[in-house]
């Protein structure tokens, strides 16, 4: 039986092979617009990362702009992640503003205790970091996992932060 992190795993390496030949870093923005799906950059709250909304039936990823970029790519992935896995609830949402079908990317998402928040935590992992990039260079012989500095240069090259690496280790192992 699949677990629901186990789905959004597999959602994110289908969407993945979609896209064609993925390198590192992922460009998640690049395979979110090849889906038809707006990105849009704005100034929100500080606690606000980003929102996944349908507006007249176009799906929209809102994203932070005053976030560091790498938090921005996290929310990117996260928000597709809402668009390709809870496709009906965002449909099914209370409609703001004319037309608008919204999920909010806030502090309950980021503390990982909601479903669906905890599926498009999943999802945006391992796109960002998908497991046939990152397993190859940390079973290499000579990395060690405990090394701050290591995965620190890894965190850099996935363009993701060190603690989104961390739990994505920890998913890994």
Known sequence: MTTFKQHAREEARRILAEYGDVSIPVPVEKIIKKRGIRVQFSPLDQELSGMALIKDGVGIVGVNALHHPNRQRFTMAHELGHHVLHQQEINGTAHVDKGFAILLRDTEASQGTNRMEIEANTFA??????????????????FDLDDVEQLQMLAKRFKVSLSALQFRLLALS
């Not at 992992?125 to 000579?142: F, K, N, Q, R, V």
């Open 125 to 142: 992992s391992e796109l960002l970091m998908p497991t046939m990039l990152l397993a190859p260079l940390i079973d290499t012989t000579g």
